[in-house]
């Protein structure tokens, strides 16, 4: 007993003094913060202001931009090219949605909880750690007119197949594919820590109550997967709404454009076009869109967690 | 303890990385001093004519001026690198741009150097030919040199012409009949692209069928609707609904598709010599040259010229070194050199060229047997080529109706120059 007090370190009980160490504590762990946040600040934030500025201006590069009011914004949605750009845009949110988040439960249902089942992941896995654009230039290689999947599918008879990259909307579809190849493994990974993570017992008890396979998985697992799902949804979501590198090094948005998203218009204005103010306003509606999307599925999703 | 050792292993990293950021490049030449050596920072993006500037250093030498090349491979990223140095104090001393309304920009901003002076000495010493210096000039005064010049003409795969009895074609009707021929025993006659020159067919044909239109698209007189440009947009639809022209989805490397004989004929700048060089295609042997000939056959002979420009960054740090080097580029010295090394053309009469297809072709146009037309990309409005660029690629990929395309197009126009005023 007196060993243990003695090891125990002396507390000040007076009530002023347990104010002054968190003060101190405040402070101190300001000034450590301080250095971050001020780089984060000056490479995301001021960036961000001088965009905003940017897409009420007139600017092309050279000399100063010249203040021009919502005349951008305007012109902006008055462009067709800005409605289709919109629409491959929603293309890719809804086909990110479905093929890479589905396919990645699909595999980690699948794999769980056979042997090797580390294995069976890995194959999936290994693409994302290339880049997006060595992912384009792998899939242009297969998908051009005379390339790797028109020569196999000449092998077996096809010889007249549709023109994968020239077409649209497959132009679209194929390099959504192409960006489900490279992300379907590490939404697999993700759902796998999900169902690693749901407690044994409830799942034991719906077995006994007779439930299994399809019931099982409608009833039990996924509702329980539901923190992980949110992760994987939400990061999607802002994945596929900021999709560059795959597209640029596939079609470079044509031909035309025909398969060009929000992200690829925003820079082609910009460093093709010459035209700012017309790249930063749609930077702008593209990060209002973005920020909108996973506000209103977190808050969704998490209010959803606390009736739980 | 141990976490004292960790901060101040940090600390050291943060401050050795800091220390590399800090040194950087020094780009933007040494010294600085007229009498000795210097080294001009010259940007390009060119990259892939590294080899051809480090071996004119070797020419350059001799008075003590060298290039520091760097290269971007992507021109997109080059421009906005070439306009964002200019918001800074590393004004670049040499680069390469293009001719047209871009470097009419930077002349309006007062970026470049004006280089007058050159080009009266240059035009004295018969190192430009006549009409070279319209397109360096702007308010009467003359800005850059020219780095290079390329003429566009069609280069042909001489093994399948020997082997399906093609004779080089002089007229259009010859050049539409062997193409004809060509598709007929299974060949592609012609390649184009839909992407970077998607509109280089669009000029050949409308600069051979009315070259006074062609002229006038440049400076607004004319329209996207009259009835020669649909005519030559017909034609060229019914060019590719014929099958005349490869798949744009090929995306191999067009001079690859050349020298396989893939495709019999490829349409492009005089610069092509050096990508075929590149890959071991013989000139004479493998290949040949001839020019396209005109739509309509009273127009007489149009040979399209492309020239980039060579230009000193206004206010550089080796400014008066960099104009120094500017003149030199134009002498036959350095002419003799730079033809020697790219294979190609060279803008200064007096220069022979080694190939002799692109002799030829030197010779006829010195001859005054064609009438020189600019570029379509350079000689038109910015955003009419930037709009031209996306029409222009959906009709060789798809050849819809060009109606509407060219609807388009002259509303763009039109918009460009009553903004003009």
């Not at chain 1, 994968?164 to 959504?176: A, G, K, Q």
């Not at chain 2, 690198?81 to 009419?104: C, E, M, N």
């Not at chain 2, 051979?208 to 440009?229: H, K, M």
């Not at chain 2, 960054?313 to 050199?337: C, F, H, I, P, V």
């Amino acid at each position: 007993m007196s060993t243990l007090t003695a090891r125990r370190a002396p507390v000040d009980t007076t009530p002023g003094a347990r104010r002054r160490p968190r003060h101190t504590y405040l402070w101190s762990a300001r000034g450590f913060a301080l250095p971050a946040l001020g780089v984060v600040a000056l490479l995301l934030y001021l960036p961000f202001v001088w965009t905003g500025y940017l897409s009420f201006t007139e600017f092309n590069g050279l000399g100063d931009p010249e203040w021009v009011g919502l005349a951008k914004y305007q012109e902006m949605f008055a462009d067709a090219g800005f409605l289709n750009s919109l629409r491959n845009t929603l293309y890719w949110v809804v086909g990110t949605l479905v093929l890479p988040v589905g396919l990645g439960l699909l595999i980690a249902v699948l794999t769980y909880g056979i042997a090797g089942s580390f294995w069976y992941r890995l194959p999936f896995l290994l693409p994302y750690a290339i880049s997006g654009v060595a992912v384009g230039v792998i899939w242009t290689f297969i998908l051009q007119t005379g390339g790797a999947l028109d020569e196999a599918l000449a092998l077996v008879g096809i010889v007249d197949p549709p023109r994968w990259l020239l077409d649209s909307p497959l132009n679209t579809v194929v390099m959504i594919g192409a960006a489900t190849w490279q992300g379907a493994g590490v939404n697999a990974l993700l759902f796998t820590i999900g169902l690693q993570s749901i407690p044994k017992e409830p799942l034991e008890a719906a077995r006994l109550d007779g439930a299994s396979g399809w019931t099982m998985f409608r009833t039990m697992t996924w509702p329980m997967l539901t923190p992980l799902t949110t992760v994987v949804v939400g990061l999607s979501i802002v994945g596929s709404l900021k999709q560059f590198d795959v597209i640029w090094a596939m079609t470079k948005g044509g031909p035309g454009v025909s398969s060009e998203t929000l992200a690829l218009t925003m820079y082609k204005e910009t460093f093709v076009s010459n035209d700012y103010g017309l790249g930063a306003a749609i930077a702008i509606f593209l990060t209002v869109i973005t920020v909108a999307a996973s506000v209103l599925y977190l808050r969704r999703q998490l209010s959803g967690a606390k009736e739980l | 303890m141990n976490r004292t050792r960790l901060l101040a292993g940090t600390a050291v990293a943060a401050l050795a990385l800091g220390l590399t950021a800090c040194s950087g490049d020094a780009e933007g030449g040494s010294g600085g001093e007229d009498d000795g050596d210097v080294t001009l920072g010259f940007y390009t993006d060119k990259a892939a004519w590294e080899p051809s500037f480090e071996a004119m250093n070797e020419a350059s030498s001799a008075d003590g001026t060298t290039l520091d090349f760097t290269g971007y491979a992507d021109a997109t990223a080059y421009d906005s690198f070439i306009k964002q140095s200019f918001r800074t104090r590393q004004v670049p001393d040499l680069f390469t741009w293009h001719t047209g309304a871009q470097l009419g920009e930077l002349v309006e901003q007062g970026l470049v150097a004006e280089t007058t002076d050159l080009w009266t000495q240059a035009e004295a010493d018969g190192l430009v030919p006549d009409g070279l210096k319209d397109n360096y000039t702007y308010d009467g005064k003359q800005y850059c040199v020219p780095l290079n010049v390329a003429y566009w003409a069609m280069y042909y795969n001489k093994k399948v012409f020997e082997e399906h009895g093609i004779e080089v074609p002089e007229t259009f009707e010859d050049l539409m009949a062997a193409a004809e021929k060509l598709k007929a025993e299974g060949v592609t006659p012609f390649h184009q692209m839909n992407i970077i020159f998607e509109f280089v067919w669009f000029q050949a044909l409308l600069a051979g069928r009315a070259p006074e239109v062609y002229q006038g698209l440049q400076t607004g007189e004319a329209s996207y609707l009259d009835p020669e440009v649909v005519e030559v947009m017909n034609q060229w639809r019914q060019m590719i609904q014929d099958g005349y022209f490869i798949d744009p989805g090929v995306s191999t490397d067009p001079q690859t598709l050349l020298s396989t004989g893939e495709v019999a004929m490829a349409y492009f700048g005089t610069f092509f010599t050096g990508q075929l060089t590149d890959i071991d295609a013989v000139s004479g042997e493998d290949y040949g040259i001839f020019p396209v000939p005109s739509m309509d056959p009273g127009a007489g002979g149009q040979m399209i010229l492309e020239t980039g420009p060579l230009c000193v960054g206004a206010g550089a740090e080796n400014e008066e070194r960099a104009l120094e080097y500017s003149a030199w580029w134009m002498t036959d010295d350095a002419q003799t050199a730079w033809t020697a090394e790219r294979g190609d053309v060279s803008f200064n009469p007096d220069v022979t060229v080694e190939d002799p297809e692109l002799q030829k072709l030197v010779d006829a146009v010195s001859a005054d047997e064609f009438t020189i037309q600019q570029r379509y990309l350079e000689a038109n409005p910015l955003p009419v080529y930037t709009l031209s660029t996306e029409i222009f690629g959906d009709f060789v990929t798809n050849a819809p109706e060009p109606t509407e395309g060219l609807e388009r197009l002259q509303a763009e126009a039109e918009t460009y120059w009553s903004e003009q005023g």
